[in-house]
């Protein structure tokens, strides 16, 4: 089996990729239906030179910008791009990925935390780890995210559905501050040494490319866990989300983020999707 399977799957990508694909005139004498390499290192913005030690093995190391630069170059799909996310991890070395200086991210909540999210029932709440994951969450949270999509996967990670799954764009019309608001709460680009955070990094900056590298470059200012957020629900229209987060440890591993209806009618179709009485759930402002 080659050892050189990054550069094996690039240059497939590349080789069945037509022109037109990308945009190019297809003129011209061609060994190959696909791009040429001086093609694709144009629209992926680096050198051909350096493209061509990709592709033959003598670099293993791109930066995820880079990858991220190709997998845009080659319209990558989603599954392609973890697939290539895949083979740069084995050709830069699984073991990166671990290391001494952080335990792995909570998977659990302590079940004082648990009565907590039942006592706040039927509100949207849940619970997150440093990544993102969702650990924990009311019935309400599940009526109001589930028809958006939000927990498809187990776990479902609120940064993995706003940066990687399309149907983000049109659950949040605000979707650009909500991305701002994301990375600052959850620190992202603080916590980059961590092994396990820059795991989740290298996927989403293949996953979604500028949108998300461009946030972590940006140095970090001051940001705010209380707002109001609007979510084009499928099912009730949009809805004004005013929300509170709360460290639930010393070191912020975990946060509990609690929604309340920002607007009387935010909070009558609330109780619709919750199936209670009206007036369950009372607006606040302010």
């Known amino acids: 089996m080659s050892d050189n399977t990054l550069g094996e799957f690039l240059r497939a990508r590349r080789e069945a990729v037509t022109p037109a694909d990308v945009g190019l005139p297809g003129g011209g004498r061609r060994r190959t239906p696909g791009l040429r390499r001086s093609e694709l290192a144009a629209l992926a913005g680096i050198s051909i030179e350096y493209l061509t030690r990709l592709e033959q093995g003598r670099d293993r190391h791109p930066s995820m910008p880079v990858l991220a630069a190709l997998a845009d170059a080659l319209r990558l799909s989603a599954d392609e791009r973890l697939r290539l996310l895949n083979h740069y991890k084995a050709a830069d070395g699984a073991g990166r990925l671990v290391g001494m200086c952080q335990g792995p991210p909570a998977q659990s909540v302590r079940p004082t935390v648990r009565a907590l999210l039942d006592r706040l029932e039927p509100a949207p709440a849940l619970v997150v780890n440093r990544l993102g994951d969702v650990l924990a969450h009311t019935d309400g949270f599940e009526r109001l995210a589930g028809p958006i999509g939000l927990l498809d996967h187990r776990p479902a990670n609120l940064l993995r559905y706003l940066f990687a799954d399309p149907r983000a764009r049109a659950a949040y019309p605000e979707w650009e501050r909500v991305a701002d608001e994301r990375i600052a709460v959850l620190g992202l680009s603080l916590r980059r040494e961590d092994p396990h955070v820059g ?15 461009d946030r972590l470059t940006v140095s970090p200012g001051p940001h705010s866990r209380t707002g ?51 007036g369950a759930l009372r607006a606040v402002s302010g």
Do not use: K, M, N
């Open 199 to 213: 795991h989740l990094v290298d996927e989403l900056t293949l996953a979604a490319g500028a949108p998300f590298i």
């Open 228 to 278: 109001v957020e609007r979510l084009a629900h499928p099912q009730e229209g949009e809805l004004r989300l005013a929300y509170e987060t709360l460290g639930l440890s010393d070191d912020d591993s975990q946060l509990l983020i609690a929604y309340l209806p920002a607007d009387d009618s935010t909070a009558a179709r609330l109780d619709r999707l919750t199936g209670r009485h009206p």
